[in-house]
């Protein structure tokens, strides 16, 4: 039994050295597909905004002076630039994943309390290579994704403040109709829909009743499942992405069979040990 478990623990070993080698082979692929991803994100969002501007909303764009023309471009700019930055910057050694709460997962009032408060918390339990990857790889697809979020709320905030979309939209009202199903604009990162808005005055001396109407509303909404669609560049990185987590798939499959069988092996080891055979 002993010789069994020194075979199955030699396999484990054996295992998380493959493992720890394909997160070096991860990090790289990553790091290529974050690097084609930043340069098709700036031009998509540099794109999507001059569609907005030229195609849908046409006379505000012309409304604004030349001044003002080039403040959005290069606020356009500035924010697609900073874009591509940030997603190159989600890319973290594999070895520095920590198991991290989700922001959501609190309500406002507490997340700002944990912020201002020191608490003594008790040590970290040590990831195995193989939950360090796992863990490693959902955090970055999800910060891909909130990067990508942040992003439509800025640029849609440029055009706000340009008065080229309208200001009294908020974008938590942009980002539920982006998720409601028959809102395809027929045009790639673009979000178009009609959306119920409720226009008030800002004069403190206008009749208080607001007035409800649907808006036709255009905005930017960048995807990352329609950006590797139609982006050969990034659908290639993501395509090789896909291959690895297979070849993952299939290690970490064999991982967790080769622990429970570590597992049973030492309860059955365990109990012999302390068995006491009755003689009577």
């Not at 993952?248 to 030492?266: G, N, P």
């Given at each position: ?195 119920s808005a409720s226009e008030k005055s800002t004069d403190a001396d206008a009749p208080p009743p607001a007035i409800t109407a649907l808006m036709h ?64």
């Open positions: 039994m002993t010789g069994t478990i020194d075979q199955i623990s030699q396999r484990l070993a054996s295992l998380d050295r493959q493992i720890e080698t394909m997160g070096d082979t991860f990090t790289e692929t990553y790091r290529g597909y974050l690097k084609q991803l930043g340069q098709t994100v700036k031009q998509q969002i540099i794109l999507s905004c001059y569609r907005i501007c030229t195609e849908n909303y046409p006379k505000r764009f012309l409304a604004l002076s030349v001044s003002q023309r080039q403040k959005l471009q290069e606020d356009i700019q500035h924010l697609a630039r900073q874009t591509g930055i940030d997603l190159n910057d989600l890319l973290k050694p594999i070895e520095q994943t920590r198991i991290e709460p989700e922001p959501e997962d609190f309500p406002d009032e507490l997340e700002e309390l944990l912020s201002e408060t020191e608490l003594e918390l008790p040590d970290e339990p040590s990831l195995t290579p193989l939950e360090a990857l796992t863990i490693w790889q959902e955090q970055l697809e999800r910060s891909i994704t909130r990067t990508l979020k942040s992003t439509n709320g800025n640029a849609n905030r440029l055009l706000q403040e340009a008065a080229i979309l309208p200001k009294r939209i908020p974008q938590a009202v942009l980002d539920a109709a982006a998720k409601a199903e028959g809102n395809d604009s027929g045009a790639a990162n673009l979000l178009n829909v009609l959306v509303v255009v905005a930017v909404n960048l995807r990352l499942s329609e950006i590797e669609f139609n982006d050969p560049g990034v659908s290639n990185w993501r395509g090789k992405l896909r291959e690895l987590k297979q070849q993952f798939q299939a290690l970490a499959k064999d991982y967790q069979k080769k622990r429970r069988e570590q597992s049973i092996a030492e309860a059955q080891l365990a109990w012999k040990s302390t068995w006491i055979k009755d003689e009577a």
